[in-house]
T-cell receptor, first 111, second 112 residues
């Protein structure tokens, strides 16, 4: 079936370093790719998204890149801070309209 | 604030019992979803509904059923709960194919 692969499953960085999380998707008709952040005990919340007609999008310290040919997209967090520690999920919206999520990346930012 | 509300927030039930998880939203969205979250497995789609008369199975629908009682309400039922249905359940809503999904606070279900 359709799926979204996400790597790595855990990522530990020093405060101030950059963090990169990568995802691949299988449905070539997918056209919307959001990233969610889930803090401990809370609901997932959107941090950035990208649509298929755009190759890159930035929002302050967060950026997402999309390569439709290769069917992969990545989240980049620069100048990481302890409050960036959380689980991050990528997702792809299939042609039928429902979101399929990756398994998540637990990011730990060490002070 | 417009929101997505799940009830109950926590529930412990016994094997074989029927249980219903409820979701209501004030966002005016047509699309509603039920996801299940397990450690290391991410968010897996159970059922989704694009309007009141539309119900679709997701990745892991076996053992679950849903009811879309109104645009604002989408309930998930476990007809006969089993221990491996112990998980965190999230309801979510969205308004069309290219906008974000908004999640409820989650329901932590334990089946003993």
């Amino acid at each position: 079936g359709e799926n979204v692969e996400q790597h790595p499953s855990t990522l530990s960085v020093q405060e101030g370093d950059s963090a990169v999380i990568k995802c691949t998707y299988s449905d070539s008709a997918s056209n919307y790719f959001p990233w969610y952040k889930q803090e401990l005990g809370k609901r997932p919340q959107l941090i950035i998204d990208i649509r298929s007609n755009v190759g890159e999008k930035k929002d302050q310290r967060i950026a997402v890149t999309l390569n439709k040919t290769a069917k992969h997209f990545s989240l980049h967090i620069t100048e990481t801070q302890p409050e960036d520690s959380a689980v991050y999920f990528c997702a792809a919206r299939r042609s039928q309209g429902n979101l399929i999520f990756g398994k998540g990346t637990k990011l730990s930012v060490k002070p | 604030d417009a929101d997505v509300t799940q009830t109950p927030r926590n529930r412990i039930t016994k094997t074989g019992k029927r249980i219903m998880l409820e979701c209501s939203q004030t966002k005016g969205h047509d699309r509603m979803y039920w996801y299940r979250q397990d450690p290391g497995l991410g968010l897996r789609l159970i059922y989704y509904s694009f309007d009141v008369k539309d119900i679709n199975k997701g990745e892991i629908s076996d053992g679950y059923s849903v009811s879309r009682q109104a645009q604002a309400k989408f309930s998930l039922s476990l007809e006969s709960a089993i221990p491996n249905q112990t998980a965190l359940y999230f309801c979510a809503t969205s308004d069309n194919t290219e906008t974000e999904a908004f999640f409820g606070q989650g329901t932590r279900l334990t089946v003993v």
